[in-house]
């Protein structure tokens, strides 16, 4: 069973935003609400997210994903569509029902860290549970943990303003971590760090996840970011989910045009996997053998030498190959040829 | 356009307030007034030196060592100026408005924040309140609240919540989005939104409002002293309307010694109870290079220590000191220490029956106050019967508007001095000028104008309709209105350059004494006939202090006697009024006897 399901979300903001909802439902586009004033953030969007999954929410700016987000924990209602977590319907919870869901079940981290500068970092850390009302010295206990497991023990006497982005980022990290809540929703977390300290934080989240298991729903608008981190990805465009899928499914088989030019500046080489290009069959004269979900990047080397590599399957036996001219043919953009071939 | 009888419906308004709400206004009066008196008794019990003391002990805590001997330095000027009780009763004044306005305010900012509309139907209100000239609401503060600190009070409140409110709204408005965002997807409660996260960042904004209250809250008090409130405010006053120049500069430095102090102390206040404002002071002191025993503060528990040792220290002075009463003659004690509340406004001879009268009540037993205040509170608290007495009714032409609007709640108690003369004055060395018939065609030499009194005064109305158009010198001559001290300070000036200058006068004035001045005769008898000095009482003053009534009725002095007492008075100097007319009764052995005889 799912662990998060968004069905049919609308959010219109404006005035009389159940009668754009018709409208919308109606047909109508955006672009007509908007004359009307009205402005149409979320559009008819559903999804599931399982329970352990990376899920990306993928858009540029003004597509919609950080308002659905906020409907995913009540910080903004739905002006229409149900948000069902562990199969209770968030929309329909009271007040005070919805504040205990966010500080036992689903934590945030936010793009500009959204530190509290009056708190130590432990006490940052500490923040949610001390809402919950967990003694102090709990209360702290977990706060170091969490950040330990951030990567930020011996920080915890700090100020939020003494730490540098990266390391910031891991103290809103901790703060989520720290309430032990199972949905992580994470806005553009690491857009505003600069490029390697990007990457680095990258790599922690799916350290971390291969430990704690968290389900989360990530926001980005770096398609790169989000085939690294995403199990499953959503593109959105103006409001409505274009395509949801796969990393591979979105680069191979993208649903339209938009997708389509969106996937040109992706490193296609750390996408695809060598599971997703070789060709099934015998195997002569392989001199390594590769993991199916090795990215092609990790080909090149032996490839280089001449001879094919070998692809080993699910059951450890091989599956089949990726010879030189199929490794070629999957980097050159050519989705139609490597569907045929996959 | 139509005339919209805005005016009078307010006149109504008030009127009806007064008649319907008098029991809420009584209330809010005992409440506020009783918070007055009591930080007022605080701050007042210990000696000038120690308290001044105890408020070093303050700024050292708060901002370190030069601060407390800076601030010890500046409260003893005070003391040395003799102004230390007024700077303590003005000092009560802005602490029990600041505290009352924030009450106010930081509320009334914090729903504004929170909500647009409030903040959109606070905003033209705050901008009456901060912009009505307070003079405007300070008569009805007289009529609902009678005069003391009150009026003033209210007058420092409304004048100085704008600020505080402002700066609330503002404070919480600025917090950053994310962060409330933040707090609200952990699950944290409105409320808690509020004080965990909201009011803790805008602290420093709200700090600098605080500051801003006191700040404005010390620029009403002299306004606030027109109604009564006392303080700094009437010295200011007073100097100004005599043109004391050396009083003025005495009691504005004690303001300004206030001012800073205050200001001061709120500002390091700030960053003391603010955990941003702590990290800041902690990281600057880091990179501080003065020297540590300059930047040692004593902790929380040590300065309290120090203010409670120097309390004690007043406290047990206070004991030993208590105890000395002044005791009246046996036989002659006919007040029996019944209080008489006498009022004036800073007029010289004004000044000098009020003092006059108070040595010789307080030689019959008496317990005679007096307060300086401005006429037109004074004569609203004698209709009222929240004053007894004052001496220096000028009628029935200076103060008609007064006698028209309250005649019937007052009663005269006699002449004591007439009649008096109003005049155009010109220097004595003027020497073709004797009349105002030598003004016409000069007005080249004058520069075409009169210098003339606050507008409002009713020989400025006598002058412009009756006496220049008699002499034909309307369209010739310009009468600039200005202010008394205004006027006798450009006539000082012109007199010093030796430059042609005429100004409206009256007598008796001291000016005739101070300075060689000739009145313009008055040939057409435009200015009307003399006025006469009346002792003017509450409705049934007489009812309540029969002799004292008979007294007053028997009151007269000549013009050479008020001179002599005036000039006793400035010779005495500021704040030794009362003294000064005792020596001068002294001095005139059964003028007591005669002005108030024991046996009827």
Same mark, same amino acid.
């Given at each position: 069973?799912?662990?998060?399901?968004?069905?049919?979300?609308?959010?219109?903001?404006?005035?009389?935003?159940?009668?754009?909802?018709?409208?919308?439902?109606?047909?109508?586009?955006?672009?007509?609400?908007?004359?009307?004033?009205?402005?149409?953030?979320?559009?008819?969007?559903?999804?599931?997210?399982?329970?352990?999954?990376?899920?990306?929410?993928?858009?540029?700016?003004?597509?919609?994903?950080?308002?659905?987000?906020?409907?995913?924990?009540?910080?903004?209602?739905?002006?229409?569509?149900?948000?069902?977590?562990?199969?209770?319907?968030?929309?329909?919870?009271?007040?005070?029902?919805?504040?205990?869901?966010?500080?036992?079940?689903?934590?945030?981290?936010?793009?500009?860290?959204?530190?509290?500068?009056?708190?130590?970092?432990?006490?940052?850390?500490?923040?949610?549970?001390?809402?919950?009302?967990?003694?102090?010295?709990?209360?702290?206990?977990?706060?170091?943990?969490?950040?330990?497991?951030?990567?930020?023990?011996?920080?915890?006497?700090?100020?939020? /303003?003494?730490?540098?982005?990266?390391?910031?980022?891991?103290?809103?990290?901790?703060?989520?971590?720290?309430?032990?809540?199972?949905?992580?929703?994470?806005?553009?977390?690491?857009?505003?760090?600069?490029?390697?300290?990007?990457?680095?934080?990258?790599?922690?989240?799916?350290?971390?996840?291969?430990?704690?298991?968290?389900?989360?729903?990530?926001?980005?608008?770096?398609?790169?970011?989000?085939?690294?981190?995403?199990?499953?990805?959503?593109?959105?465009?103006?409001?409505?989910?274009?395509?949801?899928?796969?990393?591979?499914?979105?680069?191979?088989?993208?649903?339209?045009?938009?997708?389509?030019?969106?996937?040109? /500046?992706?490193?296609?080489?750390?996408?695809?996997?060598?599971?997703?290009?070789?060709?099934?069959?015998?195997?002569?004269?392989?001199?390594?053998?590769?993991?199916?979900?090795?990215?092609?990047?990790?080909?090149?080397?032996?490839?280089?030498?001449?001879?094919?590599?070998?692809?080993?399957?699910?059951?450890?036996?091989?599956?089949?190959?990726?010879?030189?001219?199929?490794?070629?043919?999957?980097?050159?953009?050519?989705?139609?040829?490597?569907?045929?071939?996959? | 356009?139509?005339?919209?009888?805005?005016?009078?419906?307010?006149?109504?308004?008030?009127? !009806?307030?007064?008649?319907?709400?008098?029991?809420?206004?009584?209330?809010?009066?005992?409440?506020?007034?009783?918070?007055?008196?009591?930080?007022?008794?605080?701050?007042?019990?210990?000696?000038?030196?120690?308290?001044?003391?105890?408020?070093?002990?303050?700024?050292?805590?708060?901002?370190?060592?030069?601060?407390?001997?800076?601030?010890?330095?500046?409260?003893?000027?005070?003391?040395?100026?003799?102004? !230390?009780?007024?700077?303590?009763?003005?000092?009560?004044?802005?602490?029990?408005?600041?505290?009352?306005? %924030?009450?106010?305010?930081?509320?009334?900012?914090? +729903?504004?924040?929170?909500?647009?509309?409030?903040?959109?139907?606070?905003?033209?209100?705050?901008?009456?309140?901060?912009?009505?000239?307070?003079?405007?609401?300070?008569?009805?503060?007289?009529?609902?609240?009678?005069?003391?600190?009150?009026?003033?009070?209210?007058?420092?409140?409304?004048?100085?919540?704008?600020?505080?409110?402002?700066?609330?709204?503002?404070?919480?408005?600025?917090?950053?989005?994310?962060?409330?965002?933040?707090?609200?997807?952990?699950?944290?409660?409105?409320?808690?939104?509020?004080?965990?996260?909201?009011?803790?960042?805008?602290?420093?904004?709200?700090?600098?409002?605080?500051?801003?209250?006191?700040?404005?809250?010390?620029?009403?008090?002299?306004?606030?002293?027109?109604?009564?409130?006392?303080?700094?405010?009437?010295?200011?006053?007073?100097?100004?309307?005599?043109?004391?120049?050396?009083?003025?500069?005495?009691?504005?430095?004690?303001?300004?010694?206030?001012?800073?102090?205050?200001?001061?102390?709120?500002?390091?206040?700030?960053?003391?109870?603010?955990?941003?404002?702590?990290?800041?002071?902690?990281?600057?002191?880091?990179?501080?290079?003065?020297?540590?025993?300059?930047?040692?503060?004593?902790?929380?528990?040590?300065?309290?220590?120090?203010?409670?040792?120097?309390?004690?220290?007043?406290?047990?002075?206070?004991?030993?000191?208590?105890?000395?009463?002044?005791?009246?003659?046996?036989?002659?004690?006919?007040?029996?220490?019944?209080?008489?509340?006498?009022?004036?406004?800073? !007029?010289?001879?004004?000044?000098?029956?009020?003092?006059? +009268?108070?040595?010789?009540?307080?030689?019959?037993?008496?317990?005679?106050?007096?307060?300086?205040?401005?006429?037109?509170?004074?004569?609203?608290?004698?209709?009222?019967?929240?004053?007894?007495?004052?001496?220096?009714? +000028?009628?029935?032409?200076?103060?008609?508007?007064?006698?028209?609007?309250?005649?019937?709640?007052?009663?005269?108690?006699?002449?004591?001095?007439?009649?008096?003369?109003?005049?155009?004055?010109?220097?004595?060395?003027?020497?073709?000028?004797?009349? %105002?018939?030598?003004?016409?065609?000069?007005?080249?030499?004058?520069?075409?104008?009169?210098?003339?009194?606050?507008?409002?005064?009713?020989?400025?109305?006598?002058?412009?309709?009756?006496?220049?158009?008699?002499?034909?010198?309307?369209?010739?001559?310009?009468?600039?209105?200005?202010?008394?001290?205004?006027?006798?300070?450009?006539?000082?000036?012109?007199?010093?350059?030796?430059?042609?200058?005429?100004?409206?006068?009256?007598?008796?004035? +001291?000016?005739?004494?101070?300075?060689?001045?000739?009145?313009?005769?008055?040939?057409?008898?435009?200015?009307?006939?003399?006025?006469?000095?009346?002792?003017?009482?509450?409705?049934?003053?007489?009812?309540?202090?029969?002799?004292?009534?008979?007294?007053?009725?028997?009151?007269?002095?000549?013009?050479?006697?008020?001179?002599?007492?005036?000039?006793?008075?400035?010779?005495?100097?500021?704040?030794?009024?009362?003294?000064?007319?005792?020596?001068?009764?002294?001095?005139?052995?059964?003028?007591?006897?005669?002005?108030?005889?024991?046996?009827?």
């Amino acid at each position: 069973m799912s662990r998060l399901k968004a069905e049919h979300l609308y959010k219109v903001f404006g005035r009389r935003p159940e009668a754009a909802v018709k409208r919308l439902e109606g047909g109508a586009s955006r672009d007509e609400l908007r004359a009307d004033g009205t402005t149409a953030a979320v559009i008819d969007a559903s999804f599931e997210v399982q329970a352990g999954e990376i899920f990306v929410v993928m858009g540029l700016s003004g597509s919609g994903k950080s308002t659905l987000l906020r409907m995913l924990n009540g910080l903004l209602d739905p002006t229409s569509g149900s948000v069902c977590y562990d199969g209770r319907d968030l929309t329909a919870l009271t007040p005070r029902e919805l504040r205990d869901v966010r500080s036992r079940n689903i934590s945030m981290v936010f793009q500009h860290f959204a530190l509290f500068p009056h708190r130590s970092v432990l006490e940052n850390a500490a923040y949610g549970l001390e809402v919950r009302g967990v003694p102090r010295v709990e209360r702290e206990r977990r706060a170091a943990e969490a950040l330990e497991l951030a990567g930020l023990a011996g920080w915890e006497r700090s100020w939020p /303003d003494e730490l540098s982005g990266g390391m910031q980022q891991r103290v809103g990290l901790a703060r989520a971590l720290a309430t032990d809540a199972d949905l992580l929703l994470m806005d553009e977390s690491f857009s505003a760090l600069d490029p390697l300290i990007r990457r680095d934080m990258q790599d922690q989240l799916l350290d971390l996840q291969k430990r704690l298991k968290k389900t989360i729903v990530f926001i980005t608008h770096d398609l790169n970011e989000a085939m690294r981190l995403g199990d499953r990805i959503a593109v959105m465009r103006d409001g409505r989910i274009v395509q949801n899928g796969t990393a591979e499914d979105i680069l191979v088989r993208p649903a339209n045009d938009y997708v389509a030019s969106f996937i040109q /500046d992706v490193d296609r080489s750390r996408v695809l996997t060598a599971g997703s290009v070789m060709t099934e069959g015998a195997v002569d004269a392989a001199t390594t053998t590769v993991g199916a979900d090795t990215p092609l990047a990790d080909l090149f080397g032996p490839l280089a030498q001449g001879t094919p590599v070998a692809v080993r399957g699910d059951d450890g036996g091989i599956a089949g190959v990726v010879t030189r001219e199929r490794l070629l043919a999957a980097l050159g953009e050519q989705p139609a040829e490597v569907t045929a071939g996959a | 356009m139509p005339r919209i009888n805005l005016g009078s419906w307010a006149k109504s308004a008030v009127d !009806w307030l007064q008649s319907h709400l008098s029991w809420l206004f009584d209330a809010i009066s005992t409440v506020l007034t009783g918070m007055y008196d009591g930080v007022h008794a605080v701050l007042s019990a210990p000696d000038a030196l120690l308290m001044a003391g105890i408020l070093a002990v303050v700024a050292w805590w708060l901002r370190g060592l030069a601060a407390a001997v800076l601030a010890f330095a500046g409260l003893a000027l005070i003391d040395s100026f003799r102004l !230390w009780d007024q700077a303590t009763s003005t000092l009560s004044l802005i602490l029990v408005a600041s505290v009352i306005t %924030l009450v106010l305010a930081v509320p009334l900012g914090i +729903w504004a924040a929170r909500d647009r509309r409030v903040s959109k139907a606070l905003r033209p209100v705050l901008d009456v309140m901060q912009t009505m000239p307070a003079f405007v609401y300070l008569i009805p503060g007289v009529m609902f609240f009678s005069i003391g600190p009150m009026p003033g009070l209210i007058a420092t409140i409304v004048f100085s919540m704008p600020p505080g409110v402002r700066m609330t709204e503002l404070g919480i408005r600025q917090v950053d989005g994310e962060l409330v965002e933040a707090a609200r997807a952990f699950g944290t409660t409105p409320r808690d939104t509020l004080l965990r996260v909201q009011l803790p960042l805008a602290l420093p904004t709200i700090m600098a409002g605080v500051n801003q209250v006191i700040m404005l809250a010390l620029s009403m008090v002299v306004i606030a002293s027109m109604a009564g409130a006392g303080g700094l405010g009437e010295a200011v006053y007073s100097a100004v309307t005599q043109v004391d120049i050396g009083a003025g500069v005495e009691s504005g430095l004690a303001v300004v010694v206030l001012a800073m102090y205050l200001d001061r102390m709120t500002g390091a206040l700030g960053t003391r109870v603010s955990p941003l404002g702590r990290r800041g002071a902690a990281k600057a002191a880091s990179a501080d290079r003065t020297p540590a025993f300059l930047r040692y503060r004593p902790g929380t528990a040590v300065a309290t220590v120090g203010v409670v040792v120097l309390a004690l220290v007043a406290g047990g002075m206070h004991l030993v000191r208590g105890g000395d009463r002044e005791s009246v003659a046996a036989g002659k004690d006919i007040g029996r220490g019944k209080t008489v509340r006498i009022g004036y406004f800073p !007029w010289d001879e004004a000044v000098a029956s009020t003092y006059l +009268w108070q040595n010789v009540l307080e030689a019959r037993g008496y317990k005679p106050q007096v307060k300086q205040l401005d006429p037109g509170p004074l004569y609203t608290a004698l209709a009222q019967g929240q004053m007894d007495v004052q001496f220096d009714s +000028w009628l029935p032409t200076t103060h008609k508007q007064y006698w028209d609007r309250y005649g019937d709640k007052l009663s005269d108690l006699g002449t004591w001095y007439g009649p008096t003369s109003l005049e155009l004055t010109v220097p004595s060395y003027m020497k073709d000028v004797n009349s %105002l018939e030598d003004l016409k065609g000069r007005s080249g030499e004058f520069g075409g104008k009169i210098v003339g009194i606050e507008a409002s005064a009713g020989m400025m109305g006598k002058l412009n309709g009756n006496v220049l158009k008699d002499y034909g010198l309307d369209g010739e001559y310009k009468v600039v209105s200005s202010s008394t001290s205004t006027m006798l300070a450009e006539l000082d000036r012109a007199l010093k350059k030796k430059e042609p200058i005429v100004t409206t006068l009256w007598s008796p004035h +001291w000016a005739y004494g101070t300075y060689d001045l000739k009145k313009l005769k008055d040939p057409k008898g435009a200015w009307g006939k003399g006025e006469e000095l009346h002792s003017i009482g509450k409705k049934d003053f007489a009812k309540e202090f029969p002799r004292v009534a008979e007294w007053v009725k028997g009151f007269k002095m000549s013009e050479k006697d008020l001179a002599s007492l005036e000039a006793e008075i400035q010779k005495g100097g500021k704040g030794h009024e009362k003294e000064s007319a005792g020596r001068w009764l002294n001095a005139r052995p059964g003028l007591l006897d005669k002005m108030a005889p024991v046996t009827s």
